[in-house]
């Protein structure tokens, strides 16, 4: 699913990454930068918590446009200031679409990447963001000028509490959640791998929710499929966790399939009623035979007849 | 039962040694022979202001070595590193412990036990050495007037029993080479420490004390002292209302301490006219962050003014020749995180903690003890790595006449063999919550 | 163990890596030695080092320098090292003392709860950079204790934006978050070394949040961690490397 919506071919308008402290979602950032570069006519990277460089490695950089947050979101920096450059302040930063109309506008609808959105959500309130998000995917080319096909968003799960990360979890309509993935013994030291769980709503109203692997090239070119028997590797642990009593015996409490299978066949003089039952099968031992005759007081009951005794 | 076979073997020869040691105190000669003095600029805590006062700024420390001013402060000694000047706790087995005593220019800082008795004893030794070593005072507290504290310092055990110790300190150490060549059967413990139970007895500073008497008045009286009591010094209607950032109370602490640093010409950033000896000052901050500080709400992370207090207390000790031993009653904070910034703002740290009237008191393998004493951290000043004690558990008991702090031993076996706990008695002294094994838990276990 | 630090971070000692953010955090032990290891590593590198010094004195870098074989009084003569005196900074706050010199006092956060720590990344960019604010050749931050700040009331998020600044001043051109891809024809002139402590046995929630911030920001992570067997003399803790 996640190298669905990131070629495009899932539909999706905003998509948040979350990731954590333990697992580094810029790789992941950085494909879909790459990809949206090669899919859209043009891309506008709002840069807040890295340099821009980082992400535009290998991307079609003349179709990219980048806003810098980065190096200047609080205006400290009054004295060094220059006009010319793309510098953008937290506080302006939000009007994500007055910037984009600054820029030379390009007919085709534009793709939107912000790398990060803790930087906002420490200064403002959620719902500021949301509704500064809201509005960039409501743009429409009649009465905006531009059109804003997708967004790509970073976001730091463990610096936010739940309810911040449950408003966003409301807007956006596809939600990776990448996690540290065990390590892929194919592939070798060059790339980067991970465990994701992707949250996506199609239009329709269907929804998604699939535990992915993903892996990315040193090309930054991304591959992701669907995590096999996600749960296995838990058990494994609890498996091993467990103390075997079995284990250091001076005596056998284990038995062999062979011997499995020899105790699954004798059989117990009860059963032989049983069968006598079911007509068509043949009796068990052609050699000496037991034969048990229940009668009338016979009490043939499921209960254990121990039960009354007091130990 | 190794453990209390050695108990037993060693513990008639320390019982005997500890009654007999008066062991005497102030013997400046002898640290001489054995130490090289301390050096200005290399050993001293702010050694970059004393060499700037005395316009050495610049010189390698090969050069410091070969160019060396001594500086002799009566009662303290430069650390086995020589690279920190030590002052003595005023309980020389405590002072072994942590690495030969407080480092001047760092905080010691005593979490409390639960009724702060022992803490207290504590600041009274340390007090008292001040006394004895002619060092000045600052002693502060809001609950017990100093006053009260310093009328009830331990006497110091005299001159003449001191000598007495001296030679008794020959004769105990031919009895450990004797006893060291008896030791055939638990030969392993050939090599320890022979005056393991009573740490560092025969330590070359600090003076002892005879907790039975108290000190005498005019001692007291002689001694430069500056005393602190809240109430007198901070009316109550001020103590009141204050916004979280600065607690009142402990600005006019900090105020105060400054002052005496400044008047008493311990400031080392300030150059000092050669012919006057310098000396150290003792502070003394008893139950500081108790509730008559002040304290809201347990301490919560969110009041920043006794970690504030701690931090520019540490500015004004790094520069200038002071010793510092506070006394938080940590156990009346609630939250965990805020001990732990307390600590890490202070040099070292230990805690104590005392069995009375908890269920260790009834524990058998606490009999011969009247609490656990914990290094939480040690004084890092001046050296790359703090000092590392041999081991970290360590118990303290209080007899009629001293205090003192030892290694944990386990008691001798005694009983007989079927009566012996099944459990690894050490595996129960590490997991305190099953404390009372032997009478509770046995009966369980045994069948 | 030194050396072996530096082999295994494939950091030179003579060469001193740029564009580096180097986050030490220690849990239960003490991974002040690793601030240690780093300054004499850069002066001997030739390299400027600001030290931002918030939970020792002079002195005691000093004392512990001479014994690296790195003279600190030296190097601060001949400007290669520049102090900033965070204790004296939080003493005059506290007491109020008139600022010696010009400007406001740098901790100023520390009595203003609205207050920034702007000031102090002032100081920080006076002290290393040249009129234009640009770096005069190799240049390390280094700062001694973050954690320091957040027990003084500053919040962790403006640890952070101090942080951000600081990152944006030394290593604005940061490569990559890998060291596989990291792309070595375009560095920065700075390097940032900073500690902050992660005490695993107690719920301090503010300092785990400084913390993560510090992940998100550093490029490379030292953990150092008391050992999970219990008090060992000799043996001081264990240190993980991300």
């Known amino acids: 699913m996640l190298q669905q919506v990131l070629e495009g071919t899932e539909a999706s308008s905003l998509v948040v990454i979350e990731d954590c402290v333990d697992h580094d979602g810029r790789p992941v950032f950085h494909c879909f930068c790459s990809q949206l570069a090669k899919r859209c006519e043009s891309v506008h990277l709002f840069h807040l918590e890295n340099p821009a460089g980082v992400f535009l490695e290998g991307a079609n950089i003349s179709k990219v446009q980048s806003h810098d947050g980065f190096s200047d979101p609080l205006q400290w920096e009054e004295q060094n200031r220059d006009p010319s450059s793309d510098r953008i302040d937290l506080a302006s930063a939000l009007d994500f679409l007055g910037h984009l109309k600054r820029t030379p506008v390009k007919t085709s609808p534009v793709a939107v990447v912000i790398d990060s959105l803790t930087p906002f959500l420490q200064n403002y309130p959620g719902y500021v963001i949301c509704r500064a998000l809201q509005r960039l995917l409501r743009a429409r080319l009649e009465s905006d000028g531009i059109e804003v096909s997708q967004v790509v968003a970073g976001f730091h799960g463990d610096l936010h509490d739940d309810s911040t990360a449950a408003a966003l979890r409301h807007m956006a309509t596809t939600w990776v959640q990448l996690q540290e993935g065990a390590e892929s013994p194919t592939q070798g030291g060059a790339g980067f791998h991970g465990n994701c769980e992707v949250l996506h709503r199609r239009k329709s109203g269907k929804v998604i929710r699939q535990a992915e692997v993903y892996h990315i090239s040193p090309q930054w070119s991304l591959t992701s499929r669907v995590q096999k028997a996600p749960v296995r590797p838990v058990a494994h642990v609890e498996q091993e966790a467990q103390v075997d009593p079995t284990a250091n015996l001076t005596f056998n409490l284990r038995l062999t399939d062979t011997e499995k299978e020899a105790r699954s066949r004798v059989v117990l003089p009860y059963m032989h009623h049983h069968r006598k039952k079911a007509p068509n099968k043949p009796a068990a031992n052609p050699g000496g035979q037991i034969f048990y005759q229940p009668d009338d007081v016979d009490d043939f009951d499921e209960e254990d007849p121990d039960d009354d005794l007091d130990f | ?447 | 163990m030194f050396t072996e630090l530096n082999v295994i971070l494939g950091f030179d000692h003579l060469k001193p890596p740029k564009g580096q953010f180097v986050l030490i955090s220690d849990s239960l032990t003490d991974g002040s030695f690793l601030i240690h290891h780093f300054l004499s590593l850069y002066i001997k590198g030739g390299w400027k080092v600001c030290l931002l010094a918030l939970a020792q004195s002079f002195g005691h870098y000093n004392a512990v320098g001479q014994k690296l074989g790195v003279p600190l009084t030296q190097a601060r003569e001949k400007g290669q090292l520049r102090f900033i005196d965070g204790l004296k900074c939080s003493l005059q706050m506290y007491t109020c003392a008139p600022q010696e010199g010009q400007g406001e006092n740098p901790l100023r956060a520390l009595r203003d709860k609205k207050a920034t720590l702007r000031p102090l990344y002032d100081l920080v960019k006076t002290q290393i950079c040249s009129e234009e604010g640009v770096l005069e050749g190799p240049t390390l931050l280094l700062v001694d204790d973050l954690s320091v700040l957040v027990s003084l009331g500053v919040s962790a998020k403006d640890v952070s934006d101090f942080m951000h600044y600081c990152r944006v001043l030394m290593c604005p051109t940061q490569q990559g978050y890998c060291r596989v891809l990291m792309c070595p024809t375009q560095q920065s002139q700075g390097a940032i070394v900073s500690l902050v402590h992660k005490d695993a046995d107690v719920e301090d929630e503010e300092n785990s949040t400084l913390f993560r911030h510090m992940a998100y920001h550093g490029t490379v992570h030292l953990a150092v961690e008391g050992l999970s067997s219990g008090y060992s003399r000799d043996v001081h803790g264990q240190s993980n490397l991300y």
Not at chain 2, 172 to 194: C, D, F, G
Not at chain 2, 243 to 255: E, F, G, H, M, T
């Open chain 2, 1 to 447: 039962m190794l453990r209390g076979a050695l108990c037993t073997t060693y513990c008639p020869e320390i019982l005997k040694l500890a009654t007999q040691s008066g062991i005497f105190v102030y013997r400046q000669p002898s640290w001489k022979r054995k130490y090289s003095p301390p050096q200005v600029g290399d050993s001293l805590f702010c050694g970059d202001n004393m060499a700037a006062s005395t316009g050495k700024g610049g010189v390698t420390s090969f050069q410091k070595k070969s160019r060396t001013k001594t500086l002799q402060i009566p009662g303290t000694r430069p650390s086995s590193q020589g690279n920190q000047l030590l002052v003595s706790t005023g309980v020389p087995s405590l002072d072994h412990i942590i690495g030969g005593g407080i480092v001047v220019g760092t905080v010691l800082l005593v979490e409390e036990d639960s009724f702060g008795n022992y803490a207290r004893l504590l600041m009274k030794y340390f007090m008292a050495e001040g006394i004895m070593t002619r060092h000045p005072l600052l002693l502060s507290s809001a609950e017990l007037h100093p006053k009260q504290l310093l009328r009830d310092l331990p006497a110091p055990v005299s001159d003449d029993i001191g000598k007495a110790a001296l030679h008794q300190e020959d004769v105990s150490s031919e009895k450990n080479v004797e006893k060291e060549a008896t030791m055939k059967i638990a030969w392993r413990y050939q090599n320890l420490r022979t005056e393991q139970p009573e740490l560092g007895a025969f330590s070359k500073f600090g003076h002892y004390y005879d907790l039975s008497k108290t000190m005498s008045s005019e001692m007291i009286d002689t001694a430069p002292s500056r005393l602190f009591y809240l109430p007198d010094e901070l009316p109550l209607e001020e103590q009141g209302m204050w916004n979280s950032i600065r607690n009142p109370a402990y600005v006019k602490l900090l105020q105060s301490i400054q002052d005496v640093v400044r008047e008493g010409q311990f400031d080392l950033t300030v150059p000092q006219p050669k012919d006057v000896s310098r000396t150290v000052l003792r502070i003394g901050l008893h139950s500081l962050g108790s509730p008559l500080w002040g304290e809201q709400d347990g301490g919560t992370s969110h009041d920043t003014s006794l970690p504030h207090f701690l931090h520019a207390l540490r500015a004004v000790l790094r520069t200038s020749l002071t010793a510092c031993l506070i006394t938080i009653p940590t156990h009346l904070f609630q939250d965990m995180a805020f001990t732990r910034r307390l600590e890490k703002l202070c040099d070292s740290v230990i805690r104590l903690e005392s069995f009375a009237g908890s269920e260790k008191e009834q524990n058998p393998a606490y009999k011969d003890y009247h609490g656990l004493l914990y290094i939480k951290q040690l004084s890092q000043a001046n050296s790359l790595l703090s000092y590392m004690p041999d081991c970290n558990d360590f118990a303290f008991k209080l007899r009629r006449k001293k205090f003192a702090v030892e290694k944990l031993h386990l008691p001798p076996e005694l009983q007989d063999s079927q009566q012996r706990e099944q459990d690894d008695p050490v595996a129960a002294l590490k997991t305190p919550s099953t404390g009372c094994f032997s009478t509770s838990g046995k009966s369980k276990l045994d069948f």
